[in-house]
T-cell receptor, first 117, second 110 residues
Framework: DGGITQSPKYLFRKEGQNVTLSCEQNLNHDAMYWYRQDPGQGLRLIYYSQIVNDFQKGDIAEGYSVSREKKESFPLTVTSAQKNPTAFYLC????????????????FGQGTRLTVV | QQPVQSPQAVILREGEDAVINCSSSKALYSVHWYRQKHGEAPVFLMILLKGGEQKGHDKISASFNEKKQQSSLYLTASQLSYSGTYFCGTESASYDKVIFGPGTSLSVIP
């Protein structure tokens, strides 16, 4: 079955540590995204990538880093520079439109809930 | 550049109708609508492209007014399963990043 997988589901981090969240998709999608969601809040874009070996900052990139060495994988590292990392992190992927007059939806993983202890 | 959604929250009784609005200050290429249950991933509802297209399935439909950069989601004869937070996501160009609004919390009660 095609899909997008995030791991782990729950992650605990000590202050000052870097942690990496995994996101893998087998949908053959070029575009991948990382969003952060805080309680009662919307989805805020951290980073996105439209092609292998290229990525762009979103609205809240400070304290995060990403890599896109393979089409299937888009890991997110939460660095110690991120002052308030406790949140629900969602990864998504999106395929290209088949025609100039169509579009495709974003497919989401099940999320990783990160807690700083 | 985050789209604005209204209302922030709405409570309905089963069978009632609701409208959720999404507007952007930027010219839009398309609008996505998703529903999220607490602690779960957002679930795709529909996409609308510029051209004023209206789409729908079952009792949920949506419209897109590209001139006003607005989209509305219509839920008719609401069911308990409609409860959740509804997000609109906007793209300014084909194959662009998807920016989501803050969400509208919808609760359907018996």
């Amino acid at each position: 079955d095609g899909g997008i997988t995030q791991s782990p589901k729950y992650l605990f981090r000590k202050e000052g540590q870097n942690v990496t969240l995994s996101c893998e998709q087998n949908l053959n999608h070029d575009a991948m995204y990382w969003y952060r969601q805080d309680p009662g809040q919307g989805l805020r874009l951290i980073y996105y990538s439209q092609i292998v070996n290229d990525f762009q900052k979103g609205d809240i990139a400070e304290g995060y880093s990403v890599s896109r060495e393979k089409k299937e994988s888009f890991p997110l590292t939460v660095t110690s520079a991120q002052k308030n990392p406790t949140a629900f992190y969602l990864c998504a992927s999106k395929g290209p439109a088949e025609t100039a007059k169509s579009n495709t939806e974003a497919f989401f993983g099940q999320g990783t809930r990160l807690t700083v202890v | 550049q985050q789209p604005v959604q209204s209302p922030q929250a709405v409570i309905l009784r089963e069978g009632e109708d609701a409208v959720i609005n999404c507007s952007s200050s930027k010219a839009l290429y398309s609008v996505h609508w998703y529903r999220q249950k607490h602690g779960e991933a957002p679930v795709f509802l529909m996409i609308l492209l510029k051209g004023g297209e209206q789409k729908g399935h079952d009792k949920i439909s949506a419209s897109f007014n590209e001139k006003k950069q607005q989209s509305s989601l219509y839920l008719t004869a609401s069911q308990l399963s409609y409860s959740g937070t509804y997000f609109c996501g906007t793209e300014s160009a084909s194959y662009d990043k998807v920016i989501f609004g803050p969400g509208t919390s919808l609760s359907v009660i018996p």
